[in-house]
């Protein structure tokens, strides 16, 4: 929330009621051009069934964001097909600290099995450990 607003991006804060019906959900994302947004998966996945007229509308939707939850590569490919305008980006935290520590963005130039969590922000290391607490290899699940 504070990143844009240190940027000088106005924010769009969103009742409960309009979150929850998917097509006022559009309607107002359309009609007050938002050009960035964080979604869990699920949320985007009630999006993406919306008809192809409906998502036109959000041209001006670059930026997507999905965290809090793990997204599926199924859902990737389904978002770059639909909405190929657009950039999707999987945010990864840690949810016990409400923390964004990793991000990765998905491209339609590759097949994707599964999103992977990515990069480390800025000022912040990953550590991927196996069962045993050992560090895990780079590029190894």
């Not at 770059?80 to 657009?86: C, E």
């Amino acid at each position: 929330m504070f990143s844009p607003l240190l940027r000088g991006i106005p924010l769009v804060i969103l009742d409960d009621t309009t979150v929850r019906d998917v097509s006022a959900l559009l309607d107002t994302l359309a009609r007050a051009n938002v050009t960035r947004i964080v979604v869990v998966p699920s949320l985007l996945r009630e999006i993406l069934q919306q008809d192809g007229a409906r998502l036109q509308n959000l041209k001006s939707l670059k930026r997507w964001s999905c965290s809090g939850e793990a997204l599926s590569g199924a859902l990737a490919r389904e978002f770059l097909r639909k909405l190929p305008w657009a950039r999707l980006y999987n945010i990864y935290g840690s949810t016990e600290v409400a923390a964004d520590a990793s991000f990765h963005a998905l491209r339609s130039d590759g097949a994707i099995d599964r999103a992977p969590i990515g990069r480390p922000l800025s000022n912040f290391r990953l550590y991927v450990l196996d069962e045993r607490l050992r560090p895990v290899p780079l590029g190894l699940p």
